[in-house]
């Protein structure tokens, strides 16, 4: 166990003392998220339909794009995609064309033309953002799945049993955009933009059909009986109610555009809201555009001699998790780095009531964002997140304790009806918008409770706040966690890859709130990670699993999911285990490899379409979990 002990020691002193070295002057760390290729394409598409000219950002992000074709001529989401994935390849295929850097004739051109074709086509693309971007760019028809829905339903009121701030958050800066889109038939082709119809397998006629039959099934019925319904029920003439409707959309953009320009800090929105502007008239070179091509711009982030496009940079995300990993690696709360990203984060905590305020009218602003630009749109991970770094600093400073204060008040009234957290927006769990015949919906429609926010919330409360079961909401989140183990003893985990992700959670909440190491469900959950232990003593899952929904091996080991698993072990076990030492050693060994595994996207957005590979994950979670084996065992 010594010889364990100085290599935890020694490791915490490289990863301390290289983090305090990369930290900025303003306080916060700068790391890439990095989101595929998918907002790279989509930046070049947009740009040379527009005319931007913007070549050496065009160029880089083309470069990028090629280098990850893989040999089959496909791109992937993830290293072990099966098959590949055929709507990031489209995606890839139309940028590089767009980009005039590649070629129809261009040997990976032709190959990813044969893989595209050899998958269906266009017609079999089921990515709704893919679908999105090439009707608007006048590759296709708008597909049934968005046009079927009218815009008249965001003027349905709040009473109706379904009407818009029922989807997430998430979903309406993407679907509204969309929406305009589509009730316009809106599409744009430029000198710049390629004929895709050579990718066509079969008549889109035939497409529309299939997509017309999918659409007629049961539940899809019942929504749409639902939308008649609330549209049966608006008082005017339909010309005087479709103009209110397109108003009230427009308006929606516009009243959530941030002051860098972008709409609620994410690029695909922002992509999407931009097309929207034009379908609505406005001049390519308004302000509103022109902002916002200067926010897409500003998201570049650069690393490994590669320039990509992030979603919503993690920069708060980042500074948070840093800042309180670096405090549990022993760095005293009043070191000058814990200050300098104390006030940072400070300056960064909202004020203003926004969309979470619908569904929770009467709390006060207090949460923190993901990315430095949100001001809008908090999330209860990043507040949780905020609050650990802030905690040391609460007790003497005033600023800092009123700060503690609105957090944890905004946390708590956050919780669900069920007694689980979600992420966004409060008790934003209709299940009937999961019947959208639209592919992922059930996913990104709605913000239910979650196994992996629920624990993380338990988690700060319990060890942070010093609640306890004893509190009735603690009990309430606990009974929640219990209530969604799966029979095998995971949990499912939303925002991470994936039951290994929601499992640290859980155990890490459940510990914190109060329930005993030897509890049933805790052992459960242990047991579990223990037998998916690698041979080489680390953890490792597929991207896929959020997919298929059951644990799925990697059959290789990851820095953020190894330090995950032994993570929830420390929070279980009273003294370390021959497994939990092997795998500490696998993790000092993995933060220092570059192999692919170190790249590996252990951060979930979309099933099937988005993950994420947070640049930052092979500092945070390896310190957090090596530091809090040394606090536990080390004395």
């Known amino acids: 166990m010594d010889d364990v002990i100085s290599k935890i020691d020694a490791e915490i002193l490289r990863l301390t003392t290289s983090l305090i070295r990369q930290q900025q002057p303003d306080g916060s760390w700068h790391f890439c998220f990095e989101n595929g290729i998918v907002i790279d394409a989509y930046v070049i598409i947009l740009f040379r339909t527009l005319d931007i000219r913007n070549e050496d950002l065009i160029r880089q992000l083309h470069d990028r794009i090629l280098a990850a074709q893989q040999p089959d001529g496909c791109w992937k989401w993830y290293a072990d995609e099966e098959g590949g994935n055929l709507s990031a390849s489209v995606e890839a295929y139309y940028a590089l064309l767009f980009s005039g850097y590649s070629h129809s004739a261009d040997e990976p051109i032709q190959l990813a033309k044969r893989y595209i074709r050899s998958k269906g086509g266009l017609g079999k693309v089921t990515s709704i953002l893919t679908k999105a971007l090439l009707a608007a760019t006048g590759q296709r028809k708008w597909p049934t799945s968005i046009s079927s829905i009218p815009l008249e339903i965001l003027l349905f009121p709040a009473y109706f049993p379904l009407n818009f701030f029922d989807f997430s958050g998430y979903s309406r800066v993407h679907l509204t955009p969309t929406l305009i889109m589509a009730d316009r038939k809106f599409s744009i082709k430029t000198a710049y933009t390629p004929d895709l119809s050579d990718l066509i397998v079969r008549s889109m006629g035939q497409e529309e059909l299939d997509q017309r039959q999918n659409f007629d099934h049961r539940e899809n019925q019942k929504l749409q009986d639902n939308i008649q319904a609330g549209l049966n029920r608006l008082i005017g003439t339909p010309r005087f109610i479709h103009e209110a409707a397109t108003a009230k959309a427009e308006q929606f953009m516009l009243s959530r555009i941030e002051s860098d320009g972008s709409l609620y800090s994410y690029a695909s929105s922002t992509i999407l809201m931009i097309f929207a502007l034009l379908a609505l008239g406005y001049d390519q070179q308004h302000p509103h555009i022109t902002h916002a091509i200067e926010a897409l711009t500003a998201m570049q982030c650069r690393s490994d001699h590669q320039t990509t496009i992030q979603n919503s940079p993690s920069t708060i995300w980042d500074t948070a998790l840093l800042a309180y990993a670096l405090q549990e690696a022993g760095i005293a709360g009043n070191h000058a780095a814990i200050r300098r990203a104390a006030d940072y984060l400070l300056a960064k905590q909202q004020h203003k009531k926004a969309d979470w305020s619908i569904h929770n009218p009467d709390t006060l602003p207090g949460g923190w964002g993901f990315s430095e630009t949100n001001t809008i749109n908090p999330d209860v991970d990043d507040t949780t997140a905020a609050l650990r770094a802030i905690k040391n600093l609460s007790h003497a400073d005033p600023s800092f304790q009123d700060s503690w204060n609105r957090g944890l008040n905004w946390i708590l009234s956050m919780q669900n009806n069920d007694g689980g957290w979600p992420a966004f927006e409060k008790n934003t769990d209709n299940k009937m918008l999961t019947w959208v015949a639209i592919d992922g919906a059930k996913s990104a429609a709605i913000d239910p409770s979650g196994a992996d926010l ?154 099937g379409y988005f993950y994420s590979h947070y640049h930052s994950y092979k500092y945070i979670w390896p310190l957090l979990a090596l530091s809090h084996y040394r606090l536990k065992y080390g004395s």
């Not at 640290?504 to 990670?529: E, F, Y």
Request: hydrophobic letters at 35%; charged letters at 20%; glycine letters at 12%.
């Open 454 to 607: 629920t624990g993380r919330t338990l988690e700060y409360l319990g060890n942070f706040a010093g609640l306890t079961i004893r509190h009735d909401f603690i009990k309430r989140g606990t009974q929640w966690l219990i209530s969604h183990q799966e029979k095998d003893g995971s949990w499912y985990g939303r925002w991470g890859i994936c039951y290994i992700y929601g499992t640290w959670a859980a155990i890490t909440g459940l510990r914190a709130a109060g329930l005993p190491a030897n509890h049933k469900t805790v052992q459960k959950g242990a047991d579990w990670l223990l037998s998916i232990q690698n041979e080489d003593g680390g953890w490792g899952e597929s991207c896929s699993s959020d997919r298929l929904l059951r644990y799925m091996p990697l059959g290789e080991s990851t820095p953020s999911q190894t330090a995950w698993a032994l993570d929830a072990l420390i929070a279980v076990q009273p003294q370390p285990t021959a497994a939990m030492d092997k795998g500490i050693r696998r993790l000092i060994d993995s933060v220092e490899e570059n192999k692919w595994t170190a790249v590996y996207p252990t951060g979930a957005g979309l099933p």
